[in-house]
């Protein structure tokens, strides 16, 4: 099965595997795919250039792709035109216009994918048919 993870999960997975114990699972099998779309890369990388997450030493030494691709096994998957059309007919839901998580749902919208996720609000996109699962 394939599965899309989102920022906070891919921030929590650098940080010594801070997830629930069913992600953790999930992702240590390797009969799963996992990608990490290229705006949490984006994400990631503003994050850590305004200081506001610190990696850790070993990390800081890897090339982002290296740490995503070699490290941890998981796969990139950019943003398309089809996510971006995806996000265009995507409502906006009640207390949630953030853009790279909407996004980040497009993309697990469009190419059927389970995402993993801390968000709260995420939850409210089920309705338009994402596949959600809850790390908490």
Known sequence: MRYL?????????????????????????????????????????????????????????LDIFDLIENTLGFNVKYVSKE???TLAKLELVENHNDPSDRLIISQAITEKMTLLSSDTKFPKYRKHGLDLIDNR
């Open 5 to 61: 993870i989102d920022t906070n999960v891919f921030i929590r997975i650098t940080d010594d595997y801070d997830v629930s114990d069913d992600t953790k699972n999930l992702l240590d099998n390797y009969e799963h795919i996992i990608y990490v779309s290229s705006e949490s890369i984006k994400e990631y990388i503003h994050l850590v250039q305004n200081g506001k997450i610190v990696p850790r030493k070993e990390i800081r030494s």
């Open 83 to 85: 996510h971006l059309q």
